[in-house]
């Protein structure tokens, strides 16, 4: 198939995807992170640069290896990802798939924390808030992305959860992921998402994830072929 045929429905369109953690230093040598493996966000931007689009992608420490045909942006913190991704613009497609940490910790020590001598009391981290990238993004009174993607995790009312989130965040679509017990969860290679947009809530099939991936890169496609033609 041509370039601008069936192959590539994305083709001329510019993608912004996060995926990973976040890391959050505590000091030169320790962090805070999560389990987040990246899989799901590296799929997305793999399948979306399969579909013709120019991808930028802003990831967190992960374990994969740079998809192939995507321009990758190693960070390590929120606020660097946030910086990363407000470079990485315009777009016109921005899915938000890391896991970014909520807080970081307040005052990174400059030099590492020693061990107190034989007696001596444990630290105390006392934390701060994270830019919501998301939400500043979608936020955005210029060059905001026409269709702006996050993901939720919830563990119950998943479809009502995600609802208020979009709203909350001022995202145009949710990606509402089930990771109650038994559904996909951080790390595995199925996720269980209810699609919530504008119009309501798709509820899909339990699926790898690179399944879901090729669905939402198809989604996308349907989206701005509706919105051209
Ligand atoms: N997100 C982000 N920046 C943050 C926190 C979250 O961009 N500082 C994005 C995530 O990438 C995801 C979406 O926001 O696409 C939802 O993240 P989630 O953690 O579910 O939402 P929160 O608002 O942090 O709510 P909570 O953790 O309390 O459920
Ligand atoms: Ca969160």
Redesign the pocket.
């Known amino acids: 198939e041509s370039y601008f045929g069936k192959g590539a429905p994305l083709a001329g369109l510019r993608a912004l995807v996060?995926s990973g953690p976040t890391y959050e230093a505590i000091d030169p040598v320790r962090f805070i992170g999560n389990r987040s493996s990246g899989k799901q966000g590296h799929a997305i931007a793999t399948a979306l640069a399969r579909a013709g689009a120019a991808v930028t992608l802003v990831c967190g420490p992960v374990a994969l290896p740079d998809p192939a045909g995507v321009k990758v942006v190693r960070i390590e913190s929120?606020r660097e990802?946030?910086a990363a991704c407000e470079s990485a613009l315009p777009a016109d497609i921005a899915v938000?798939?890391?896991?970014?940490?909520?807080w970081r910790v307040a005052q990174e020590a400059p030099q590492k924390i020693k061990k107190p001598a034989e007696g001596g009391a444990a630290p105390t981290l006392s934390f701060a808030e994270?830019?919501?990238?998301?939400?500043?993004?979608a936020g955005l009174k210029q060059g905001r992305p026409a269709l702006v993607?996050?993901?939720?995790?919830?563990t119950e009312k998943v479809a009502e959860?995600a609802a208020a989130?979009r709203a909350?965040?001022g995202?145009d679509w949710?990606l509402a992921n089930d990771v109650s017990a038994g559904t996909g969860t951080f790390g595995g290679d199925a996720n269980t998402i209810h699609l919530v947009t504008e119009n309501g809530t798709e509820d899909w099939p339990r699926l790898t994830k690179q399944q879901v991936a090729e669905r939402l890169a198809a989604r996308i496609g349907d989206h701005f072929g509706k919105k051209t033609t």
């Open positions: 996060t929120a990802m946030l938000f798939a890391a896991a970014v940490a909520d994270n830019p919501d990238i998301l939400a500043s993004i993607i996050g993901f939720a995790a919830e959860h989130k909350r965040k995202c949710i």
